[in-house]
């Protein structure tokens, strides 16, 4: 079997966006592991960012936290809940960012250290998708730094 080459780059000047020895570890031990939904969608982020496509970035930013917590969500059900009928039912009843946040507090899932993602991602977004705003790149990127964070605080697995 070849040898992986892995390429990792990064901007000096962009110290927030660096990424860590143990990033580096944990991709070159799973290299042949899918990266999951939302490390994918940071990913896509980090490239509208360098293209200056700001709608594109806060997009897929929200994509990136709703799945998180629908990962954790479906996680914590899968433990806690036998019936599948009845997890369906809940899973149904909690889509978008607002009723999956609300799931996790009425099962008592820790969103603690969580940064404040509806303020500065997921409002953004509606803004974007229903009145057509053009994020600013400080807003883009303190979308992508937030989304960034959030992903770290709820323990979102980098590959499948």
């Not at 031990?29 to 939904?37: H, I, L, T, W």
Request: charged share 30%; hydrophobic share 35%.
């Amino acid at each position: 079997r070849p040898q992986p080459v892995i390429h990792v780059s990064f901007s000096l000047d962009d110290q927030k966006g660096h990424v860590s020895y143990v990033d580096i570890k944990q991709a070159i031990r799973n290299y042949d592991k899918p990266v999951s939904v939302p490390y994918e969608m940071l990913d896509n982020a980090r490239v509208n960012l360098s293209r200056r496509d700001t709608r594109s970035a806060v997009l897929h930013c929200a994509t990136a936290i709703e799945v998180a917590l629908k990962k954790l969500t479906v996680s914590y059900l899968d433990v806690t809940v036998t019936d599948n009928s009845l997890k369906e039912y809940i899973l149904r009843q909690a889509d978008g960012y607002s009723r999956l946040v609300d799931l996790c507090k009425r099962c008592s899932i820790s969103l603690e250290g969580l940064p404040d993602v509806k303020e500065t991602v997921m409002d953004i977004r509606n803004r974007v998708i229903h009145g057509g705003y053009v994020p600013t790149r400080e807003e883009a990127n303190k979308a992508y730094e937030n989304t960034r964070q959030a992903l770290a605080v709820l323990k979102t697995p980098m590959f499948e």
